[in-house]
Each structure stands twice: as structure tokens, then as C-alpha cells.
T-cell receptor, first 111, second 108 residues
Framework: NAGVTQTPKFRILKIGQSMTLQCTQD?????MYWYRQDPGMGLKLIYY???????DKGEVPNGYNVSRSTTEDFPLRLELAAPSQTSVYFC??????????FGQGTRLTVV | KNEVEQSPQNLTAQEGEFITINCSYS?????LHWLQQHPGGGIVSLFM???GKKKHGRLIATINIQEKHSSLHITASHPRDSAVYIC??????????FGKGTRLHILP
């Protein structure tokens, strides 16, 4: 039981490049989330999903896309990376009564 | 008004002091997490509570469901306890709602 696995752990992108942050959970959780955390700031919700095939925008969705084709996977896509997207990204999953689990984070720098 | 409020936002204390961090929430919940994040580090769940009190080493977490309030206590604080502590609730729809965190700094 690996919990929530995020890859990669670190990435440097050039402005205008694109990439996909991967998130996988093996706990059959319905809810999955992507957050970003800027230096010295709290977590801000980018997108979330209540189950396979369903996604919704959070507080800061601009510049990102997600998909949820399976219960296990919730990738976050950055198109046309911008310096403002330099941040640490966390994936999480949750299920009622059993709490929430967090990935280890992806540190992204856009130069 | 945020649905999850933490206090204080920042706390500096001397090594050995008893530390209390508070969390109040305004929504119905199925569970509450206390999370720890060291600088540049990942997020670690210290406790998950749905009622009562839990203890792990020098850490104690309590929750009062009627008052919608939880506290995290650290006894005999140590510089390695310096971190950001985040209260997060799981609401009735299974969504995670985070507090803004409490930045704790323990001086040697």
C-alpha cells in the first residue's frame, strides 16, 4: 500500500514548455486534489475530482488542466509554463471516515 | 470568513515550553487532521481525529465536536519541532479544507 505517489519530485521548465505532474493513489479514494503552495503561503486548491470522469475547478485553475480517467490517477497538466507557476505542488486523496493522504510534493521552477 | 481558522499565525517560544495551537471550523466534518510541514519538506499527517483526544510522544491533539474546535499541544518543545502546523478538516462531502497554518519556531 503506497498511499499517494507523486512524480516527479523536482522539475525545471523553460517558459512556454509544458509538462504533466503525475499523481496515483492505490486506496480506492473517490476524492483527489491538486494544491499549490507558494513560498511562505498556505495551500491553494487548483483542481479536484470527486470520482473518475468528474473534475472541478478550485481557487486557482488558470494555466492548468486535469483529467480523471481512472479512480487511481489524477494527472495535472501545465500548458505554456509561466514563472508565476513556480511553486510546490501537492496531490492528495481522501475518503469519508478514513481521512486524507498527501503526496510528497513536486517542486517546480519555471525559468 | 475562512471555514477553518487557526491561531496563532506565528509562534516563537523557548525550548522546553508547552505549545498550544488552536483550530476552529464552521462546517460539519467527518474528520480533522493536524499536519506538519518542515521548510522545503512534504506534508506529514500527525493525527486524524473524529472525537476525543490522541497522544503520540510529546504531541497531544484534542477535538470538541460540539464547539467545532481542536487543539494541538506540544510538551517539552524542542528546536526540531520548528515547522508549519496545518489544521485540515474533511467536510461531509469529503472535501479537504485547510487552515492557513501556524508557523512555529522553537529557540534553543
Amino acid at each position: 500500500n503506497a498511499g499517494v505517489t507523486q512524480t516527479p519530485k523536482f522539475r525545471i521548465l523553460k517558459i512556454g514548455q509544458s509538462m504533466t505532474l503525475q499523481c496515483t493513489q492505490d486506496m480506492n479514494h473517490n476524492y483527489m486534489y491538486w494544491y499549490r503552495q507558494d513560498p511562505g503561503m498556505g495551500l491553494k486548491l487548483i483542481y479536484y475530482s470527486v470520482g473518475a470522469g468528474i473534475t472541478d475547478k478550485g481557487e486557482v485553475p488558470n494555466g492548468y488542466n486535469v483529467s480523471r480517467s481512472t479512480t487511481e490517477d489524477f494527472p495535472l497538466r501545465l500548458e505554456l509554463a509561466a514563472p508565476s507557476q513556480t511553486s510546490v505542488y501537492f496531490c492528495a486523496s481522501s475518503t469519508g471516515g478514513h481521512g486524507a493522504f498527501f503526496g510528497q510534493g513536486t517542486r517546480l521552477t519555471v525559468v | 470568513k475562512n471555514e477553518v481558522e487557526q491561531s496563532p499565525q506565528n509562534l516563537t517560544a523557548q525550548e522546553g515550553e508547552f505549545i498550544t495551537i488552536n483550530c476552529s471550523y464552521s462546517v460539519g466534518i467527518s474528520a480533522l487532521h493536524w499536519l506538519q510541514q518542515h521548510p522545503g519538506g512534504g506534508i506529514v499527517s500527525l493525527f486524524m481525529l473524529s472525537s476525543g483526544k490522541k497522544k503520540h510522544g510529546r504531541l497531544i491533539a484534542t477535538i470538541n465536536i460540539q464547539e467545532k474546535h481542536s487543539s494541538l499541544h506540544i510538551t517539552a518543545s524542542h528546536p526540531r519541532d520548528s515547522a508549519v502546523y496545518i489544521c485540515a478538516v474533511i467536510d461531509r462531502d469529503d472535501k479537504i479544507i485547510f487552515g492557513k497554518g501556524t508557523r512555529l519556531h522553537i529557540l534553543p
